[in-house]
DNA sequence: TTCATTTCTTAACTTAAGTGAACGAGTTGT
DNA sequence: ACAACTCGTTCACTTAAGTTAAGAAATGAA
């Protein structure tokens, strides 16, 4: 398990084991059943997560209705806004499987951060490649259709269209699941 | 020109004389008038932007069209995917306005980086915060409707919609120039 | 297993965005 | 001043997404 979350790391520091046992003396990971909910909105929060196995979802509520707007599963990070900013969290973040993840202080990264300098170049590192890889979603987001946006899921993350629910998707999408059904019809009908 | 600078990196970290003189011993100024292309598509690149004044676009060329995505105004930073990739960029930087701004060499980021701790610690904030911002903005244009979306910039960068042309406005909000004058008509049409 | 609930799909209708074409206003270059 | 462009808007038409409602399929709990 902790050879996972090292795995992961070495490919941005390299970490002495005297490193790797002062990670380990924190007690960052946890396994959490299906359903649990991580982060509720308007709660305050300094936890990071990051997924070992599993998948974790972002969502609003307003209107009485949930609007899916992330999916972060194995190997992938997520340190809510609210965490950034120190205001309550606009959004709710919850399991959408049994997952295994670290869960992360920011206090506690800061500690770290300031007496080991790797850490911080780490977590730089990090910051950095999810803004470029953000950056990149967004775009091809905004330059696409609903239909293109789903082609490009059905090759990118082919997973999720497995394991995660189509109202899920649809809002993930930017569309109302009515709409999904009937591009996945339209897709389909193509194809034969 | 520097005091912007500094005064903007003041709100992360505090700079000694030594430190702000380190930093001025790298070129980074420029003044570019309206019109020069930063970046093109296919090239490689390791330079980030921070502009003081004025205003530059990130846009992809496709099909014979623009689909501009991004813009970037008074204190706020870009570092183009393609730098941290190091791969050949997908996209087109430019300058709608003459803008002043500072040019960094992500070769140089990594010297000061490795020599003054300080620096990279103002790196990690400045794109852990970026990317907290970047996630919110995803997160509206995902749950928001192409008006909503107007209106929304309408409140929040009002500055854009005088200085920007429509046709760059529109696919930064992922629609057609045509719609947008509709949704711009709907909206007047609503407001009498 | 059965019943209740949730999720997905289908259909009919409404609303808005995409498309192609035309027009006028404003700009640029000669 | 004039021609050539660019840009924003409008129009008519097409296509797709939103909405409301109903029913089928899957899921979960008793």
Redesign the interface.
Known sequence: MENILFDFMSKYVSLTEEEKNIILSFDIFHSVKKGTILLKEGQKSKSSYFVLKGCIR?Y?V?DNEE?T??FYTEMEAL?P?CV??QTPS??YVSCIEDTLLTISNSDMEAEV?DKF?KF??L??KL?????????????E???SSPEQRYLNLLEKRPDLIQRVPQYQLA??L?IKPESLSRVRARITEKNK
């Open positions: 972002t609003y307003s609007k707007t992330a340190t806004p950034i900013t606009e959004y951060n300098p911080e170049t977590c730089r910051s950095e490649e999810n803004l470029a890889k953000q950056q990149i979603n967004f775009d987001f905004k330059t809002s993930y930017g």
